[in-house]
Structure formats: C-alpha cells, structure tokens
C-alpha cells in the first residue's frame, strides 16, 4: 500500500503557466507539508498543514497556494510559473507528537519549467 | 529557529570501510534527531533516529551519537556496502509549538568497490 503518494510524477510545462500538484496520504497523520529539492539536493519547507490548518508558510512567493481539502490531502497550486520553479517538489506527512516527528515523503514530483 | 550544519557535503569511501557524517544544531531544546537516506531518483526515507535521552542507538551496520552538551550528533555506517551509496540528511525539529523540521544540507555518499 502506498503510504504518502503524489501526481503527477513529472511535469514540463511552459513559463507563466498555472499547474497543479495532488497528494493524498493514507497514514492517518494529521499533519502535511510541501518541501521544495533544488537540484543541489537542499531540502527546504514551503508549507505544512495540521488539520486543514496552515501552521508553516516559509516566506513562499504567494503565487504557492497549498489547500488542504480534508486531513488525508494537500494539494499545491502554482500561478505564473518561472524558470526557478524547476525543482522537485515533495509532500510529507507526520503524526505530530510531542517529541517526535518522523516525516514520511511521497515519490516527488519533478517540475521542469521551460 | 533551529540551524542545522551538516559536513562532510560529499564522502568517498572504499567498500568495507567506515563513513561518520556530523551534525550540529542550535535549539537547546530540540529532543528528537532523524537521519534519513535519499537513494538516487527516490524519496527521503527515515534510516535511524535518535531521542535526547539516550547517547547512541544502533541499528545492524549503522549507528547515531547524540552528545547534547556541544549540541552535535553523528551518523556512523560500519563496513560500508555500494548500496550505501545515496545523500543522506541530517534533521531537527523546533522545539515550540507544532514539529517544523530543519533538516541539513546532505551528504553525498559514494561507496567505491
């Protein structure tokens, strides 16, 4: 059974685009995030979800509009793409206990933007 | 906030022998520290982790050291294997409020055989 899944696995699109990321986890966490892996390998926090709630907006351009339809699914929609979208994008869930908190990450999904 | 450092950010290494990758973070408070692997392609995958109250865990060829007083933890891999071979990242939590991971720059693992 696949835990944290996301689509689509890649995406090529064209510069000022608007395009959508899905993910759904099956864990039964309560809380989500977006991450965002340049191609140095650096991980970096985008957003993270508790409950549908917005907790963490690391300062993301606010064409990055996460919605969390329900505590299962966080989606990331992206307006306007530029050139220094290109990355790729994980989602993450965990169950946050205090003390603890191991992420478990989708496949990723590799944005090109052309 | 917590900073996390991370080095080596690359490591070479001949089969059979031993990798070490350190860490240091800044947030005294921080109690629970993951190290995770990222095979090429692939997703982050959480390999061991550590809590405040113990100073080292073990898990078949790998280990973790924490030492809290200078605020660094390790990841040992013992009698290293070509299927090592991945980036591997260090993490820790902020300590108020809800978990936000700060995780390190990774470190590049290469297992020659």
């Known amino acids: 059974d696949t835990a944290v899944s996301q689509t689509p696995k890649y995406l090529v699109t064209q510069m000022g685009n608007d395009k959508s990321i899905k993910c759904e986890q099956n864990?039964?966490?309560?809380?989500m995030y977006w991450y965002k892996q340049d191609s140095k390998k650096f991980l970096k926090i985008m957003f993270s979800?508790?409950?549908?709630?917005?907790?963490i907006n690391e300062t993301v351009p606010n064409r990055f509009s996460p919605k969390s339809p329900d505590k299962a699914h966080l989606n990331l929609h992206i307006n306007s793409l530029e050139l220094g979208d290109s990355a790729v994008y994980f989602c993450?869930?965990?169950?946050?206990?205090?003390?603890?908190?191991?992420?478990?990450f989708g496949p990723g999904t590799r944005l090109t933007v052309l | 906030g917590e900073n996390v450092e991370q080095h080596p950010s690359t490591l070479s290494v001949q089969e059979g022998d031993s990798a070490v990758i350190k860490c240091t973070y800044s947030?005294?408070?921080?109690?629970?520290f993951p190290w995770y692997k990222q095979e090429l392609g692939k997703r982050p995958q959480l390999i061991i982790d550590?809590?405040?109250?113990?100073g080292e865990k073990k898990d078949q060829r790998i280990a973790v050291t924490l030492n809290k007083t200078a605020k660094h933890f390790s990841l040992h891999i013992t009698e290293t294997q070509p299927e090592d071979s991945a980036v591997y990242f260090c993490?820790?939590?902020?300590?108020?409020?809800?978990?936000?991971?700060?995780f390190g720059i990774g470190t590049k693992l290469q297992v020659i055989p």
């Open positions: 993450a869930s965990s169950q946050v206990q205090k003390g603890t908190d191991t992420q478990y």
């Open positions: 979800y508790n409950n549908k709630e917005l907790i």
């Open positions: 550590i809590r405040s109250n113990v």
């Open positions: 864990l039964g966490h309560d809380t």
């Open positions: 993490a820790a939590p902020h300590s108020g409020g809800y978990q936000k991971v700060t």
């Open positions: 947030d005294s408070a921080s109690n629970y």
